[in-house]
Nanobody, 121 residues
Framework: QVQLVESGGGLVQAGGSLRLSCTASGGTFSTYVMGWFRQAPGKEREFVAAIRWSTYYADSVKGRFTISRDNAKNTVFLQMNSLKAEDTAVYYC?????????????????WGQGTQVTVSS
């Protein structure tokens, strides 16, 4: 069983930056596709970014967010720059045991508990 724990969320002003981290325990982290999703109040959970050997981003964050991973530390990161009020959400880390990056939540096998990101305008 894989456990994922996110950290790094918080309150930031518009235009600011935050770095989220997600550390995995159990499983074979280096083989997983790792993704970040977010869910704003009253909205469905949406894809933000994913990484295996390559990276893929939602259009809404492209150029502002960067996903990276450190396989030696079983950790995936999400660097978020130029934050906007519409980025406010609970951010979730997820792991997919397949080899292809997917953007649909249904493909991901393991989920973290989420970390709140609030951007004030």
């Amino acid at each position: 069983q894989v456990q994922l724990v996110e950290s790094g969320g918080g309150l930031v002003q518009a235009g600011g930056s935050l770095r989220l981290s997600c550390t995995a325990s159990g499983g074979t982290f280096s083989t997983y596709v790792m993704g970040w999703f977010r869910q704003a109040p009253g909205k469905e959970r949406e894809f933000v970014a994913a990484i295996r050997w390559s990276t893929y981003y939602a259009d809404s964050v492209k150029g502002r967010f960067t996903i990276s991973r450190d396989n030696a530390k079983n950790t995936v990161f999400l660097q978020m720059n130029s934050l906007k009020a519409e980025d406010t959400a609970v951010y979730y880390c997820a792991a997919d045991r397949s080899t292809i990056i997917q953007t649909d939540t249904g493909f991901y096998d393991y989920w973290g508990q989420g970390t709140q990101v609030t951007v004030s305008s």
